[in-house]
């Protein structure tokens, strides 16, 4: 175990695995927004990163962008891809609940029912973009890594105590933290945000008050969503590639942390977060990059037996400012 390079670099380490985490906490809004509502989890929502991150790329091949561009083409380019990953995110959510999850609740099938549809609603996607990209678009499309040009060179804005923070580190952060501050004010103070909580915390109370719950489900699937396509515009500046099942992992670890924060609760999605980022960054200095993702789950089981109900452990339809 490598303690020497971690106490030496702890600075460095540290604001990359925030820098990961916030990534992973915004993916993790969606699936305890949803689970914080309809108690599903919600597995086809790491697909619905994986949308995002192919719209970015869809939005820089239509504008042929490169950092070499020019600033206007860079921010014209980076700013409709935000916003086009945000939308297609949010109606790829939004197409699911419709399609698979709606006439569940229409039956009022088990859920088991919904475990598996939603399973299923994740294997369609990956294998759509899969086979459909290889079919139309042919290699490098389909299931090959693909790169995404890079708009946004990395460079160093300042320092502190000897800790080098960059511009798209400072971007992911700030983003990641910008749009958690957004939700969660808009949950906590708007009319719409107080009918996502009295459906969370009540459902037949909240629909004999007037309360329509199908908007509100429509709402935390649009809301999760919108913030799943924000992470992946963040991840691709970080990161710079997307490919057919590129959601997979990343769901994982925002799944784990929405639980390690307390899943349901909208702070705790970011808390774990942050803190499962920075988990693997250690993990990856003392052992090695191949341990990164056991250790990860390893902090997880031990936080459970000791507090299953998450850090902050509060459910959605309690959770006030």
């Keep these: 175990m490598d303690f020497t390079s971690l106490i030496d670099n702890l600075g460095s380490h540290t604001v990359d695995g925030l820098t990961k985490g916030a990534i992973y906490a915004l ?70 609940e419709r399609i698979a999850y709606r006439p569940l609740r229409k039956k009022n099938a088990p859920p088991l029912i919904f475990l598996i549809t939603a399973i299923g609603c994740s294997l369609v996607l990956v294998e759509l973009f899969g086979h459909v990209f290889r079919q139309f678009f042919g290699p490098p499309f389909g299931r090959a890594l693909v790169s995404i040009p890079t708009l946004i060179d990395t460079k160093v804005l300042f320092t502190v105590g000897g800790v080098s923070i960059t511009n798209i580190q400072l971007i992911v952060i700030f983003g990641a933290v910008l749009m958690m501050v957004l939700l969660d004010l808009f949950v906590n103070y708007s009319r719409l945000g107080r009918g996502v909580r009295a459906v969370a915390q009540d459902p ?118």
Excluded: C
């Design 204 to 321: 037949d109370t909240a629909a004999l008050m007037g309360v329509n719950q199908d908007r509100v489900i429509m709402l935390v699937f649009v809301l999760g969503g919108a913030m799943a396509g924000v992470a992946a515009m963040l991840y691709t500046l970080r990161y710079d590639i997307t490919k057919f099942d590129i959601g997979f992992l990343i769901g994982v670890k925002a799944f784990t942390a929405a639980v390690l924060g307390g899943i349901g609760n909208l702070r705790g999605a970011l808390v774990g977060g942050l803190l499962l980022g920075v988990v693997e960054v250690y993990s990856s200095t003392l052992f090695s990059s191949n341990w990164e993702d056991v250790t990860a789950f390893v902090v997880l089981i031990a936080v459970l037996m000791f507090r299953p109900t998450g850090i902050l452990g509060e459910s959605l339809g309690k959770a006030r400012a």
């Design 27 to 96: 993916v993790a809004l969606g699936y305890t927004l949803v689970y914080g509502v309809l108690r599903l989890i919600n597995f086809a929502h790491s697909e619905v990163f994986m949308v995002g991150t192919w719209t970015v790329f869809g939005v820089y091949a239509v504008f042929n962008a490169t950092a070499a561009s020019g600033v206007g083409t860079v921010i014209l380019a980076t700013s409709v891809a935000l916003i086009a990953a945000t939308l297609a995110s949010a109606g790829t959510a939004l197409a699911v």
